[in-house]
């Protein structure tokens, strides 16, 4: 059974860092990928990434501010995200998929696996 674990949501001030984590109960190569939602929003994309690490792709509004990497001998998928901005609160969901393919799978549908969702709050 495929289980993934989030970690590392918090509440920081418009401006900071924080970096999220998912680790993943078996090793897998799965492209994996994060997904958000905000209170009274729908759950939206925000990255993905090939199983190798070697792609991704993100949504056009965290595009350099936003990191998507993975190290696979730790089984363990991450988000650094930088410059916060109040708009970035939301749950955060990590996510796994079995289909093969390439980075840019923005559908909910396309997901096999999710996470429980950490928290992220951004102050102003």
């Known amino acids: 059974q495929v289980q993934l674990v989030e970690s590392g949501g918090g509440l920081v001030q418009a401006g900071g860092s924080l970096r999220l984590s998912c680790t993943v109960s078996?090793?897998?190569?799965?492209?994996m990928g994060w997904f958000r939602q905000a209170p009274g929003k729908e759950r939206e994309f925000v990255a993905d990434?090939?199983?190798?690490?070697?792609?991704?792709y993100y949504k056009d509004s965290i595009k350099g501010r936003f990191t998507i990497f993975r190290d696979n001998t730790k089984n363990t998928m991450y988000l650094q995200m930088n410059s916060l901005e109040p708009a970035d609160t939301a749950t955060y969901y990590c996510?796994?998929?079995?289909?093969?393919?390439?980075?840019?799978?923005?559908?909910?549908?396309?997901?096999?696996?999710w996470g429980q969702g950490t928290q992220v709050t951004v102050s102003s």
């Open positions: 078996v090793r897998t190569l799965y492209f």
């Open positions: 990434i090939s199983p190798t690490g070697r792609l991704t």
């Open positions: 996510v796994a998929r079995r289909a093969p393919g390439s980075v840019g799978e923005t559908t909910l549908q396309s997901y096999d696996y």
